[in-house]
T-cell receptor, first 112, second 112 residues
Framework: NAGVTQTPKFQVLKTGQSMTLQCAQD?????MSWYRQDPGMGLRLIHY???????DQGEVPNGYNVSRSTTEDFPLRLLSAAPSQTSVYFC???????????FGPGTRLTVT | AQKITQTQPGMFVQEKEAVTLDCTYD???????LFWYKQPSSGEMIFLIY??????QNATEGRYSLNFQKARKSANLVISASQLGDSAMYFC?????????FGAGTRLTVKP
């Protein structure tokens, strides 16, 4: 039981490049979400999914796309990276809306 | 819109003493969940405690308790018998439906 896994751990992109951050969970959780954490701030919700085929926007969705083709996987796509997207990205999952979310270890992204 | 406020950027506590970390929230919804997470210097997000808006009793998890005052819209975290390993960032969060908002965090330092 690996919990929530994220790859890569670190990534450096040039402005304008695209990439996908991977997130997978093996707990059969319906709810998955992506957050970004900037220095001195709490986490901010980017996108979330309540089940396979269902996604919705969070607080800061611009510049990011998501899809949920399986229960296990919830990739986050940066379409055209910008320096403002330099951040630490966390994926999380939970059994429905309530109670504990399990977080992945995070991906540190730098856009130059 | 939902909002979470943590007014203490940093706190110090002597080892073995109790400490209270403040959190206030704002929402017009009657149904919501309140969470506390710990983020050590290693960066992972660790779930500590949860309180539902309809829960009549304050939540407790080992040395952690949540002082829930609904009328004042506060959800303070109390850590009893502080340990050196409690030194970390602490985040308060609120979930309303599928929207999750985090406070800016409080850095707790436990002194030996």
């Amino acid at each position: 039981n690996a919990g929530v896994t994220q790859t890569p751990k670190f990534q450096v992109l040039k402005t304008g490049q695209s990439m996908t951050l991977q997130c997978a969970q093996d707990m059969n959780h319906e709810y998955m979400s992506w957050y970004r954490q900037d220095p001195g701030m709490g986490l901010r919700l980017i996108h979330y999914s309540v089940g396979a085929g269902i996604t919705d926007q969070g607080e800061v969705p611009n510049g990011y796309n998501v899809s949920r083709s399986t229960t296990e996987d919830f990739p986050l796509r940066l379409l055209s990276a910008a320096p403002s997207q330099t951040s630490v990205y966390f994926c999380a999952s939970s059994k429905g809306q309530g109670r504990e979310q399990y977080f992945g270890p995070g991906t540190r992204l730098t856009v130059t | 819109a939902q909002k979470i406020t943590q007014t203490q950027p940093g706190m110090f506590v002597q080892e073995k003493e109790a400490v209270t970390l403040d959190c206030t929230y704002d929402t017009s919804d009657q149904s919501y969940g309140l969470f506390w997470y710990k983020q050590p210097s290693s960066g992972e997000m660790i779930f500590l405690i949860y309180q539902g808006s309809y829960d009549e009793q304050n939540a407790t998890e080992g040395r952690y308790s949540l002082n829930f005052q609904k009328a004042r819209k506060s959800a303070n975290l109390v850590i009893s018998a502080s340990q050196l390993g409690d030194s970390a960032m602490y985040f308060c969060a609120m979930r309303v439906n599928n929207d999750m908002r985090f406070g800016a965090g409080t850095r707790l330092t436990v002194k030996p």
